[in-house]
């Protein structure tokens, strides 16, 4: 592990994380279809984890977690326990061959979201809420994976730019 | 990829401290209250830019879909002004009545704060809204949240000093005594995953037909009296079974909730024992 290296993202991760927590809370249900509110969070943040593998997804998901519960009404925690699981699996592939397949990344959000909610549910039965598994995936959790699997189509692209401005390519000089 | 062995040991880490926050998180929410009280007047300002790009959107967008929910309301509302004109007699003779008796009720005039839905919860599964009223308007755990015409949207789960959550109506985890206002069957009214709320445990033997009117009962003393939830769309009852339930069509939009409405001088009170133990 680059400590300097690893102190770009963590840097981009202390202003853009909350920034992204307080459009997901106020900017995200106006793009809800049908009651289904797209996970700016969750994307950003596999993305990251695709990009840059398993030591920044992993920080980035638990900065990103700990932002989203700040808004949520769920327990404290639930979003950081489960977005943190969400991007040790997906950090675990190998992130340059993700990059070089453009569905990749989508495939890894469809499935990405089915698992975060997963967690989330297990947590919030465990927690003594009640939770209608089948329902919650009919309704809920299969939507918001079509539609965040969508939605990554151009926001992996601007992941992408966002991480040659924190990482630029060193450039040959002759 | 090969991972290194310190890269699996920040990994734990991260894993270790997730855990730490959940197990924790009851310490924590104060710090989260802190920065939500701090981050709740951007996110006013953002809902209130994003509503009004939305709504110029949304006419353009959603043309079809609104003719047919003008077609709906329009129905509806046919159906509301025949039952507000016989409410209307009632209320005359109603009042006639309490003239007679001098009867006063405590809670007849409710004391309405408005407020601004400012934000919704990050997620699809939990139904909250964050409003821009908090403890220092005088707010409190548990009071109830209605929409601008007076139904039911849901109860403060949660209080900050500039802000609160609200548990919606539609949520699973939200439950409210409720009665039909035409057959006077009693039962619970709970949110589910699939959006619509029900209308649960009404017994057997009572009524409930599509098209009645259901309000909250009152029971408990958690809610005010009838307060309108929502209307019965189609009832499920099974010969086996003791209670019987219903779909509701609620009467709030929770898709475009901008302005609510607190009740005040209404606080629950709920007992916390019935029952002493030896």
């Known amino acids: 592990m ?4 690893l102190n770009s993202g963590f840097l981009t991760a202390l202003w853009l994380l909350p920034v992204l ?49 700040v808004f949520s009404g769920w ?47 297990f947590i919030l039965e465990s927690t003594h809420h009640p939770v209608d598994w089948i329902t919650a995936l009919r309704v809920d959790v299969l939507p918001a994976a079509v539609y965040n699997a969508v939605l990554n189509i151009p926001l992996f692209r601007l992941t992408q730019r966002l991480e040659a401005r924190v990482y630029p390519t060193p450039r040959a000089s002759w | 990829m090969v991972e290194t062995r310190g890269g699996r040991r920040f ?39 994003a509503t009004t790009v939305g709504d110029a959107v949304s006419g353009v967008v959603e043309g079809p879909s609104l003719r047919a929910e003008n077609e709906r309301l329009r129905l509806q509302n046919e159906t509301l002004i025949r039952h507000n004109i016989a409410l209307q007699q009632q209320a005359h003779e109603n009042q006639l009545f309490r003239r007679m008796l001098r009867y006063s009720d405590a809670n007849n ?69 409720a009665i039909d206002l035409q057959t006077r069957a009693h039962g619970l009214v709970e949110g589910t995953y699939a959006g619509r709320p029900q209308f649960h445990f009404v017994v057997t033997r009572d009524s409930i037909r599509p098209g009645d009117f259901i309000v909250t009962s009152g029971q408990m003393n958690l809610f005010p009296q009838n307060l309108y939830l929502g209307q019965v769309l189609s009832v499920t009852r099974n010969n086996v079974s003791l209670f019987q339930s219903a ?5 709030v939009d929770f898709h475009s ?7 005040r001088n209404f606080v629950p009170s709920a007992p916390t024992r019935l029952v002493t133990g030896p």
Request: net charge neutral.
């Open chain 2, 247 to 251: 779909d509701i069509l609620p009467g």
């Open chain 2, 11 to 49: 990994a734990a880490f991260f894993f270790v401290a997730a855990f730490l926050v959940l197990l924790l998180g009851h310490w924590l929410k104060p710090v989260g209250d802190m920065a939500l009280t701090v981050a709740a007047p951007f996110e006013a300002v953002i809902t209130a830019a």
């Open chain 1, 75 to 121: 327990p404290f925690g639930t979003n950081t326990v489960a977005l943190v699981i969400v991007a040790s699996l997906v950090s675990l592939g190998e992130s340059t061959f993700m990059r070089s397949h453009a569905l990749l990344p989508l495939f890894t959000v469809f499935a990405a979201t089915i698992l975060f909610y997963l967690v989330v549910l």
């Open chain 2, 109 to 177: 005039r409710l004391d309405l704060l408005k407020a601004q839905v400012i934000g919704s919860d990050p997620n699809n599964l939990a139904q909250y809204i964050i409003i821009n009223r908090g403890s220092r308007d005088g707010l409190r755990t548990g009071m109830t949240v209605l929409d601008a015409g007076g139904y039911f949207v849901g109860a403060i789960e949660d209080l900050m000093s500039n802000a609160s959550k609200v548990l919606l109506m539609t949520s699973p985890s939200s439950s409210v005594g």
């Open chain 1, 21 to 69: 927590a307080l459009l997901q809370s106020s900017l995200m249900g106006h793009l809800a279809i049908r009651g289904i509110i797209p996970g700016l969070m969750l994307i950003t943040v596999v993305n990251w984890g695709i990009l840059r593998g398993m030591d920044e997804g992993m920080l980035w998901a638990f900065i990103g977690g700990i932002c989203l519960d």
């Open chain 2, 257 to 263: 909730l901008e302005v609510v409405q607190v009740v």
């Open chain 1, 2 to 5: 680059n400590a300097r290296r």
